[in-house]
C-alpha cells in the first residue's frame, strides 16, 4: 500500500494549505446566474452547501439547482443545508427550474435537492415533472439528477429516475466505517443498493466521496470495490471541508498526489470514470460525465 503525505489540522492549526485556495466569485457570467437564481426564486446547492467552485462554475453559465425547497428533514454533520422540518413545497417548481434552465442556455444541467422524508413519495413527483418540464423546453440539455436517500421506497426512486434524465447521483458522502457519525439517517448498505437499482433500470451511476474525515487509505478502496461491485460508473473525491464550526471537524487535509493516486486505483478496479481532486465536488465537471 503506498502512503502519501497528509497535512493534519493540528500541525496546520486549522490553514488549509495553498492547494485549497479559490477566486472569489466575479464577472459577467457569474453576475448573470445570480440575477437569474434572484429572480426566480429558486435554490443552488452552490449557495447552501458553500461550495468552494461557484466562482468557476457559475462564471462559465452553470449552477446545480436544488428543488423541493432548502430545509432538510436529515441532519448530517457535514452538511451546511439548514435542517428542520421544511415548509410546504412549491408545485410550481419544476416549471421556474425549466424556465431558468433555458434562460441560462446551459448544455447540461445538474438537479439536486434536500431530504423530504416526511413526504410519503420522498418528493419523486416534483423530481420526475422537473426534469420532464426540463426537458420540454430544452430537449438538447442533458441533465444529472443527484438524488437523495430514499429509505428504501423504490417506488419512489423509480419515479424519480424515469423523467428522461442522463446520469442518475447518490452520494455516498463516506466510508461504511463513519457513517454513523456523518450520516447517522443513513445506511451504507442502502445507499449502494439504490445505485444498484439505478443501474438495473438503465441509468449511469455516479457517486461521490469525501476525503478527510478520518478514513483509512484500505476503506476507501473498499468503498470503490462496493460501488463497482453495485454497478456505479463514474465516482468522485474531494476534500470534506468543515462548513461551520457547528459541524463535524476535518481530520486531515489530503494531498493532491494521494488524490491523484485515487483516481488511477478507481479506474484500475473498474470505475469508468474518476474526478479526483481536493476542489471537486459532486457536480464539478459534471458535463463530462454524460458520455464516460
Known amino acids: 500500500m503506498i502512503e502519501l503525505p497528509v497535512i493534519s489540522e493540528e500541525a496546520t492549526k486549522k490553514k488549509k494549505p495553498n492547494w485549497l485556495r479559490v477566486k472569489l466569485p466575479v464577472g459577467k457570467e457569474y ?28 462564471g462559465a453559465g452553470t449552477a446545480t439547482f436544488m428543488i423541493l425547497g432548502n430545509v432538510c428533514t436529515r441532519s448530517c454533520s457535514f452538511c451546511a443545508v439548514a435542517t428542520g422540518r421544511p415548509p410546504e413545497y412549491d408545485t410550481d417548481e419544476p416549471r421556474r427550474v425549466a424556465e431558468a434552465i433555458k434562460l441560462m442556455g446551459v448544455k447540461h444541467a445538474v438537479l439536486t435537492s434536500v431530504n423530504r ?63 454513523r457519525r456523518v450520516r447517522p439517517q443513513a445506511k451504507y448498505n442502502r445507499s449502494l443498493e439504490q445505485i444498484k437499482l439505478t443501474k438495473e433500470f438503465g441509468k449511469r451511476t455516479k457517486t461521490g466521496i469525501m476525503l478527510g474525515l478520518g478514513e483509512k487509505q484500505d476503506e476507501v478502496y473498499k468503498a470503490m470495490d462496493d460501488l463497482v461491485a453495485h454497478g456505479c460508473d463514474i465516482l468522485t473525491l474531494g476534500q470534506y471541508l468543515q462548513p461551520t464550526k457547528m459541524h463535524i471537524e476535518v481530520a486531515e487535509f489530503i494531498h493532491p498526489d494521494m488524490f491523484d ?18 476542489l471537486v465536488r459532486s457536480s464539478y465537471h459534471a458535463e463530462r460525465h454524460v458520455n464516460v
Open 31 to 58: 453576475a448573470k446566474v445570480r440575477k437569474l437564481v434572484d429572480e426566480h426564486k429558486l435554490h443552488t446547492i452552490c449557495e447552501s452547501g458553500n461550495c468552494p467552485n461557484m466562482g468557476e462554475c457559475w
Open 261 to 278: 493516486l485515487y483516481r488511477e486505483e478507481g479506474l484500475r478496479r473498474g470505475l469508468k470514470y474518476v474526478e479526483s481532486g481536493p
Open 117 to 179: 422524508d416526511e413526504l410519503k413519495d420522498k418528493g419523486a413527483e416534483i423530481w420526475y415533472q422537473t426534469v420532464v418540464e426540463t426537458k420540454k423546453l430544452s430537449p438538447e440539455t442533458t441533465i444529472e439528477t443527484l438524488i437523495p436517500d430514499v429509505k428504501s421506497n423504490w417506488d419512489a426512486l423509480y419515479r424519480m429516475i424515469s423523467g428522461g434524465q442522463e446520469v442518475v447521483s447518490h452520494n455516498m458522502e463516506t466510508v461504511e466505517s463513519l457513517y
